[in-house]
C-alpha cells in the first residue's frame, strides 16, 4: 500500500519538478516581468519612468490578420518604439471575435491599453465607462495627430460621446462609385463623372443591364442613409433626439434607392446575388457600377475606374468608414497614453489610407500608402478619391447603435425593399421605435 | 532579453504558481482527510482528484453561478452588474417580441430533427446491418460529417441550399417543383423554408453520428433471439417489433435525450448562415446577440436558464416516459 501510494505521488511530484527547473532557468540571470504589467494582464500600470527608466509598455489589440499585423508592426509600431524613450506599444491582434474578446477582457480586467473600434462602437464603450475621457490629455500632447481641429469635421464625430474625445480616427474611407472602363465602352456610353446625378446615374444603369450584365448593384449595400443625406434628410439628428425617416426627404431618397435595389432593370437580383456574390459580381466583369469604400480593391479587374459618387437633390455626401483607437479606461497613465496613442495613431496616418487629416488625404500620400500590387489600379482612382473626402461624413452614433442599425434593417429596409409595405406606411411605425433606442 | 521571452516567462511562472498551490492543496487534502479518520485509499483517491474538482468549480459551477446571478441583475459586460429583481424574466415573459418566435422556431426544430434523425439512423443502422461488405468503409463514410467544422457544413448547405438554379437542391428538385406551377423555394432567403433548410442540414451531421451508435446497439443484440423468433416463425417486421427496438431501446434512449439537447442549443450553423431580416432566430443565436452585440448580458443569462429550464423538463420527460417503453435486461431478469 505504502509502495503505492509513492507511485502515485510521483507523477505530481516529477510535474512539479520540471516546472521548478523551468521557472528557474526562465527567471535566472535577474530577469523581471516587464514594466507596465504582464500578457493577459491589466492594462498598463505605474507612473511614468523617470528619464531613462525602463518604458512603459502598452498593449495594443486590434482585429489586424496576418498581413495587416505584419504591416502595423514593421510600418508603424517598430518605428515608434525606436523612437520613443518612455513607452513601448505591444500588439496583440486578435482578427477572429474581435469584439467578443475585446468585450470579455475588458470585463474580466484584462483589456489592452489602446483598441481599435469602429465607428459605431465608440459611444456604446464611452457610454458604458470602458473608454478614458481623452478631451484634456489630448490637448497636452505636441503631435499633429492629436490636435482635433485638424481633422475631417465629418470623422472626428465618431470618437466623441457628450463633447467629450473618446479616442482618436484613424482611417476614413470616403465612398467612391468604382466602375468597369471595359463595359462602359463595349456599350459606348461615358463613364461617370462630378456632374451625374441620382436621375443620370439610373439612366446609365438601366442603360448597361443587357446581355448578362447590369448596371450597378445594391441590396442594402450602399447603405441608405448616405441617400437621406443627399436629400437633406436624416437618420439618426446630430442631437441624437430624433430619428425623422419619415421625413419628405428620407422619403424621397428610400423611393429613389427602392428604384434600384434588386430591380432586374438595373442591377441584380437578391437570389442573383446570394448566388453569385454582391462583390464578386463586379470583379468578375458582370456589373459596370459598384459603390466601395476608397482602399477596396477588386482582383480579376485591370482596370477599374472611380468617380464621386452622383449628386442627390441637395449634396454629395458619402458615407466615410471610420475607425478609431481607444484607450481603456483603466489605463493608470492617462498622460503617457495619450502621448503614445499620437504617435501611433500619426504612424498610421502615414500607412492607411485615407488618412482623417486633409493635410494627409493627398494623392501623393494616398499614392505613396498603396502596396505596390495594387498601385496600377489605384492610380487612375486617387483623384476621385481625394475629392469624394470633400463631402465625407460618419453616421450620428447613439450608445445602442447596433440595436438601432438592426431595428432600422428589419422594422423598414427589409419591409420596403420586399414590397412588403410602402415607405411612407412604414416609416411612422419604425422610426416610433427607433427613436425608443435614442438617448 | 527580447520582451516576448520575457511574456513568456512571466507566463511561466504563474504556471509554476498553480501548479504549486495545486500539489500543495491536494497534500493537504490527503493529509486532511487521514486526520478525519478517512482510509488512506480514500484520502489518496479525493486528493488525486482535486485538480479536476478545482476546474469544474472554476470552469463551470462558478459560471452557472455567475450566470444565475447575473440573470437578476442588468449587466452589460462593461459595467458592474446592478440588482434588478426579476426584471430580465419578465421582460423574456412578456416584454421582449422577439423572444417567443425564437423559442417556437427552436422548439420546432427541435421537434422535427430528433424524430426524424432518430427514424432515418435507425433505418440506415438496420440496412448496414446486414451483412454489407466493407462495413468499416461504410461506418467511416456515415460518420464522416459528425466531424466536419460547423463552418464547413454550413457553408457547404448554403451552396446546397441557393436559391437560384445553382443550388444543387433547386437544381434537382426543379421539375417535382414545376409539377405544381410552382418555382424552387428560396430556402435561407424565405422566411417560411428556413426552417426546413436548417432540419435538412442538421440530418447531415446528426444522422450519421446516430447511424454509427445505432449500429452499435444492434451488433450488440444476441444473434440467438432472432434464431429462436425464427424457429418460431416471426417474419421480419414481428422480429423488428419483438426483439431489434425493445433491444435497441436504451440506445434509442440516449440518442433521444442527447439530440433535445443538441436541438434545443443549436448554435453554429444558424450563426454562420445568415439569415432574412427581422426573421425569428434560433435560441442559442437570439441569447449570443443579446449578451455580445447589444450589451444586455443579465438578460441573456436569463435566456441561458429559461433554456436550460426547458431543455430539464424535456429531459425529464424523457426519463419518466421510458419506464413504459425502454428495455432493460437487468430489470427483466429482477
Not at chain 1, 515608434?80 to 480586467?109: M, R, S, W
Not at chain 2, 414545376?178 to 442538421?202: A, Y
Request: charged letters at 15%; hydrophobic letters at 45%; one cysteine or more.
Amino acid at each position: 500500500m505504502v509502495a503505492m501510494e509513492r507511485r502515485l505521488w510521483a507523477l505530481p511530484t516529477y510535474v512539479l519538478s520540471v516546472v521548478l527547473i523551468a521557472a528557474a532557468c526562465g527567471t535566472g540571470g535577474g530577469t523581471t516581468a516587464p514594466s507596465g504589467g504582464s500578457p493577459g494582464g491589466s492594462a498598463a500600470t505605474g507612473s511614468p519612468p523617470a528619464s531613462g527608466g525602463p518604458k512603459v509598455t502598452f498593449r495594443l489589440t486590434t482585429w489586424a490578420g496576418e498581413d495587416e499585423a505584419k504591416e502595423l508592426q514593421e510600418l508603424v509600431l517598430d518605428k515608434i518604439n525606436a523612437e520613443a524613450t518612455d513607452f513601448e506599444i505591444v500588439h496583440e491582434p486578435a482578427p477572429a471575435d474581435y469584439y467578443t474578446k475585446l468585450q470579455t477582457t475588458l470585463a474580466g480586467g484584462t483589456g489592452a491599453d489602446f483598441m481599435w473600434l469602429s465607428q459605431e462602437y465608440v459611444a456604446g464603450y464611452a457610454s458604458r465607462g470602458a473608454l478614458l475621457d481623452l478631451t484634456e490629455h489630448l490637448a497636452g500632447v505636441d503631435n499633429p495627430a492629436a490636435k482635433l481641429d485638424d481633422y475631417f469635421p465629418g470623422v472626428i464625430k465618431p470618437a466623441k460621446y457628450q463633447d467629450k474625445v473618446y479616442g482618436l480616427p484613424w482611417i476614413s474611407q470616403p465612398l467612391v462609385l468604382y466602375y468597369n472602363p471595359t463595359i462602359f465602352k463595349a456599350a459606348n456610353v461615358d463613364p461617370p463623372d462630378d456632374s451625374w446625378d441620382w436621375t443620370k446615374f439610373r439612366e446609365t444603369a438601366v442603360e448597361l443591364t443587357k446581355d448578362g450584365k447590369y448596371g450597378f448593384t445594391a441590396n442594402g449595400w450602399p447603405p441608405i442613409q448616405q441617400f437621406i443625406w443627399q436629400a437633406g434628410g436624416e437618420v439618426i439628428t446630430d442631437d441624437l433626439a430624433s430619428s425623422p425617416i419619415d421625413s419628405s426627404e428620407a422619403m424621397e431618397a428610400v423611393e429613389f434607392y427602392k428604384s434600384l435595389v434588386w430591380n432586374e432593370e438595373c442591377c441584380p437580383t437578391e437570389e442573383t446575388i446570394t448566388e453569385q456574390g454582391f462583390g464578386e459580381m463586379f470583379k468578375g466583369g458582370n456589373v459596370a457600377m459598384f459603390m466601395g469604400g476608397a482602399a477596396d480593391t477588386f482582383d480579376g479587374l485591370d482596370v477599374v475606374g472611380a468617380s464621386v459618387v452622383p449628386k442627390g437633390p441637395k449634396n454629395r455626401a458619402n458615407l466615410s468608414y471610420v475607425a478609431v483607437t481607444a484607450v481603456n479606461s483603466a489605463t493608470e497613465n492617462p498622460a503617457l497614453a495619450a502621448k503614445a496613442l499620437a504617435a501611433l495613431t500619426d504612424g498610421i496616418h502615414h500607412w492607411k489610407i485615407v488618412a482623417p487629416r486633409p493635410e494627409l488625404a493627398t494623392a501623393e500620400t494616398i499614392l505613396a500608402s498603396i502596396p505596390a500590387k495594387w498601385k496600377a489600379q489605384k492610380e487612375g482612382q486617387v483623384d476621385a478619391i481625394v475629392a469624394a473626402t470633400e463631402e465625407m461624413r460618419a453616421f450620428n452614433i447613439i450608445p445602442r447603435h447596433q440595436e438601432w442599425d438592426g431595428l432600422f434593417w428589419s422594422e423598414f429596409q427589409d419591409l420596403v425593399w420586399h414590397g412588403k409595405s410602402t415607405p411612407s406606411e412604414a416609416a411612422p411605425g419604425a422610426r416610433e421605435k427607433l427613436e425608443a433606442l435614442l438617448p | 532579453m527580447p520582451l516576448q521571452l520575457q511574456w513568456y516567462l512571466s507566463t511561466l511562472s504563474h504556471y509554476v504558481g498553480a501548479a504549486i498551490a495545486i500539489v500543495a492543496l491536494m497534500w493537504l487534502t490527503n493529509k486532511g482527510l487521514r486526520r478525519l479518520g478517512l482510509r488512506g485509499d480514500a484520502a489518496m483517491g479525493l486528493a488525486l482528484v482535486v485538480p479536476w474538482l478545482l476546474g469544474l468549480l472554476i470552469w463551470n459551477a462558478g459560471p452557472i453561478v455567475a450566470s444565475l446571478y447575473f440573470s437578476f441583475t442588468d449587466y452589460n459586460i462593461l459595467q458592474a452588474p446592478k440588482f434588478v429583481g426579476l426584471d430580465n424574466y419578465e421582460k423574456l415573459i412578456s416584454g421582449d417580441p422577439n423572444f417567443w418566435p425564437s423559442v417556437r422556431l427552436t422548439m420546432v426544430y427541435a421537434a422535427l430533427t430528433v424524430p426524424l434523425g432518430l427514424v432515418g439512423s435507425v433505418v440506415a443502422a438496420i440496412m448496414l446491418n446486414q451483412g454489407v461488405k466493407g462495413i468499416g468503409l461504410w461506418r467511416t463514410l456515415y460518420y464522416l460529417p459528425a466531424i466536419l467544422p460547423a463552418f464547413v457544413t454550413a457553408l457547404l448547405w448554403r451552396l446546397m441550399f441557393l436559391p437560384t438554379r445553382s443550388g444543387l437542391v433547386n437544381s434537382a428538385t426543379e421539375p417535382i417543383w414545376s409539377l405544381f406551377g410552382d418555382k424552387p423555394p428560396g430556402w435561407f432567403l424565405d422566411r417560411d423554408m428556413l426552417l426546413w433548410g436548417f432540419v435538412i442540414m442538421s440530418f447531415w451531421g446528426v444522422f450519421g453520428a446516430n447511424t454509427v451508435i445505432v449500429l452499435a446497439g444492434l451488433k450488440n443484440i444476441p444473434r440467438d433471439l432472432y434464431e429462436a423468433a425464427n424457429v418460431d416463425g416471426a417474419g421480419v417486421w414481428a422480429r423488428v417489433r419483438h426483439i431489434t427496438l425493445p433491444q435497441l431501446s436504451p440506445t434509442l434512449f440516449y440518442l433521444i435525450v442527447m439530440g433535445i439537447i443538441a436541438a434545443v442549443q443549436v448554435f453554429d450553423q444558424p450563426l454562420f448562415i445568415q439569415l432574412p431580416a427581422g426573421s425569428p432566430t434560433f435560441l442559442n443565436v437570439y441569447l449570443y446577440g443579446q449578451g455580445f452585440q447589444f450589451f444586455q448580458m443579465g438578460y441573456a443569462s436569463a435566456i441561458a436558464w429559461f433554456m436550460f429550464v426547458v431543455i430539464l423538463l424535456l429531459t425529464l420527460a424523457v426519463f419518466r416516459s421510458s419506464a413504459a417503453w425502454v428495455y432493460y435486461e437487468s430489470e427483466a431478469r429482477k
